[in-house]
């Protein structure tokens, strides 16, 4: 049971890099939170300073109402999970999953009782007498999350657990993650690169960006209203269309400073279904990308050549180089200013 | 690493290989002979007469109370040297990889020892230790200590297996710092976060997962100091005092360069070469199969 607070986190490198920028996030109480980022964003930076596995060069983190800068990671009372899973190799599933408890001088039945329990919870029960080199990749990761789980610590910490599985197998855990994380109700801090991911674990879903929190709030509210151009680029597959105003027809009025106009591929329609008011913008066909129920059609503006992408439902049969007229309605347009900040 | 290479003509393949053949043929196949063969041998002090002795040599050597004192010395020798070998290298080993400013320089500065030739080593050791000019002899007596390698086994025995432990801290160290740098980071954090402290995370992890590279310096230190280590105890002792550190391979020199004793000689070089042949064959039984982490 435990908030876990970042105050004007900074990291700061002896050669004068600056991995994370004053980073403040409040996590409540039992809550998922996700920072999510391009690679070299300092999310891992970050995740790794509220694990005490680095140090903290400015702010402050609590976990709890225990401020933990100076406390070491063996006395923080977290679990980590991480991206190559870190099994001990030696050591059997039953011996990988009870060492954190053993360390803590937990009584023999209890370690028993627990690392049986959190086997079952997982399927492990089989494995126990397996090395972590007889298992494969989606087993380890399970051995990994015992290993956590047993534990019962204030708060999770995930590095990029599923980064490591195939695209089947990383559904299947992304939706058992969440139900573990539900049923034991213990704050987790989760980092990854992968904005589906992000979207649909988070309950507090963290946008960050050269070392800054660009956006931070509820997953779907990011969505539809991302702050800035780069969380309108990031969240969202495919991305946003980001256009040049002057480019297109614009029925409306148009916000004052408005340097980029951005519509998402879904809120596009094609030619021929006519719209009321908002945007309509001239294109060229570069190709069809169809993925069963719906296709993407990849197109480019012929003035200033910005690149578009369009959903439509069901399989589009058209030739690339055909003319298009892409409209959108004015409702489901986002505008930013020269600065890429949202208006 | 399927499909074998398939040479276009028979020959091309034999002559590739020939060179190495060649050498070991001259250097290895033909004094190997020459030694099983002298070994049944027994030669007049002159050199005009040798006779067919069959196993007499063996015999001979087997119930030589000097040859067993000389086992025993090898054994104590050989086993003492690599333990503190191995001791001295890992700390060393851990220290290094601990370092944050500096890292080449300190672990070039280890390495080094390993380009001294024995005899040199030998005689560095000599000259810091011999009891009329070495400095430690002095600092020693100075301090109570009746400090006498030339006259007391057990010190000559501490003093050559220094000199050869030294100068093997820094291949065990170079294999240490290699093994420690196969070690996962995340699987040291991992441990940190489980709860254990510096000291526990050796002992549960870091050893344990060393623990194919010590096999395998124990195996290389052992062979190490049972024939490698002749120039050490040739500059420092001549194998006295007595034969308190005359080892096997010393006895060899000494009974057949020295005391010109070709029979018995080349008996004992036939028993050193089984030894040899077992300690390969344990090498490659167990230490070249590989451990594979995570």
């Known amino acids: 049971m435990a908030e876990v607070d970042l105050k004007a986190v900074r990291k700061r490198y002896p050669n004068g890099l600056e991995a994370v920028k ?4 409040a996590i409540p109480d039992k809550a998922l939170c996700v920072l999510v980022g391009p690679s070299g964003c300092g999310k891992s930076t970050l995740l790794r300073m509220v694990a005490g596995l680095e140090t903290i060069s400015e702010g402050e983190i609590s976990i709890g109402d225990r401020m933990v800068n100076q406390v070491s990671p063996t006395d923080r009372d977290i679990a980590m ?8 190799p030696h050591m059997k599933v039953y011996d990988n999953m009870a060492y954190g408890l053993r360390n803590r ?3 023999r039945a209890e370690i028993d009782r627990r690392v049986r329990e959190a086997a079952a919870t997982l399927e492990l029960g089989h494995l126990l007498d397996r090395r972590p080199r007889e298992l494969s990749g989606g087993q380890r990761q399970r051995v990994a999350m015992g290993r956590a789980i047993v534990r019962q610590p204030k708060v999770f910490l995930f590095d990029e657990p599923l980064s490591n599985l195939d695209a089947k197998l990383r559904g299947q855990m992304r939706v058992e993650i969440k139900r573990l994380q539900r049923e034991l109700g213990v704050t987790s801090l989760y980092v990854t690169h992968d904005q589906l991911e992000a979207m649909t674990l988070a309950d507090l879903l963290v946008v960050m960006n050269a070392g800054e929190v660009e956006q931070a709030g509820d997953p779907l509210e990011i969505y539809e209203k991302p702050a800035s151009l780069f969380v309108a680029g990031f969240i969202g597959a495919p991305p946003m269309n ?3 105003p002057a480019s297109a027809e614009l029925v409306g009025p148009i916000p004052a400073g408005a340097a980029t106009l951005g519509f998402r591929p879904e809120d596009a329609i094609l030619d021929g279904f006519a719209s009321e008011g908002g945007l309509k913008i001239r294109a060229i066909l570069d190709g069809v990308e169809p993925v069963g129920a719906e296709s993407y059609l990849h ?3 012929p003035a200033g050549g910005a690149r578009m992408i369009v959903r439509t439902a069901g399989r589009a049969r058209m030739e690339p180089g055909t003319a298009l007229e892409i409209r959108a309605p004015a409702e489901k347009l986002h505008w930013f200013d020269a600065a890429g900040r949202r208006i | 690493m399927s499909g074998r290479v398939v040479f276009p003509n028979k020959l091309l393949p034999y002559l590739l290989l020939a060179p190495q053949l060649a050498i070991t043929a001259v250097f290895f196949y033909w004094p190997a002979s020459q030694a099983l063969k002298q070994s049944m041998q027994r030669e007049d002090p002159f050199g005009l007469r040798t006779t067919f002795v069959g196993f007499a040599n063996f015999r001979r050597v087997l119930a030589d109370p000097n040859y067993l004192n000389s086992v025993q010395v090898t054994a104590v020798f050989s086993l003492a040297t690599a333990f503190l070998a191995l001791a001295l290298a890992l700390p060393l080993a851990v220290m290094a990889e601990k370092v944050v400013r500096g890292k080449g320089l300190y672990r070039t500065l280890l390495i080094w020892p390993y380009a001294v030739a024995p005899a040199i080593a030998g005689m560095l050791w000599l000259f810091l230790f011999n009891p009329a000019m070495g400095t430690f002899s002095y ?11 030339l006259l007391k086994d057990g010190q000559a025995m501490g003093l050559v297996v220094a000199a050869a432990a030294w100068k093997q801290i820094s291949y065990n160290f170079l294999f240490f710092v290699a093994g420690l740098q196969a070690i996962p980071r995340s699987l040291i954090e991992a441990a940190a976060i489980d709860g254990a402290s510096g000291p526990k995370r050796f002992r549960t992890i870091v050893f344990p997962l060393l623990a194919p590279t010590t096999f395998f310096l124990l195996v ?19 194998g006295g005092p007595g034969k308190a550190t005359e080892t096997l391979v010393y006895k060899v020199y000494n009974d057949g360069f020295v005391n010109l004793q070709l029979g018995s000689s080349a008996a004992q070089s036939v028993i050193l070469m089984g030894v040899v042949i077992l300690l390969t ?9 590989r451990v594979h982490y995570g």
């Open chain 2, 139 to 149: 600092l020693l007596r100075a301090n109570g200590v009746a400090w006498d390698p």
């Open chain 1, 22 to 25: 004053g980073v403040s996030i």
């Open chain 1, 299 to 301: 197109a480019h503006a």
């Open chain 2, 220 to 238: 290389v230190n052992t062979v190490y100091a049972f024939f490698d280590t002749f120039g050490v105890i040739h500059a420092v002792t001549q």
């Open chain 1, 81 to 88: 999970v991480f991206q190559n899973y870190a099994l001990y």
């Open chain 2, 281 to 289: 064959a344990i090498q490659f039984r167990y230490v070249e199969r």
């Open chain 1, 242 to 244: 980001l256009v040049d």
């Open chain 1, 105 to 107: 001088g937990t009584p």
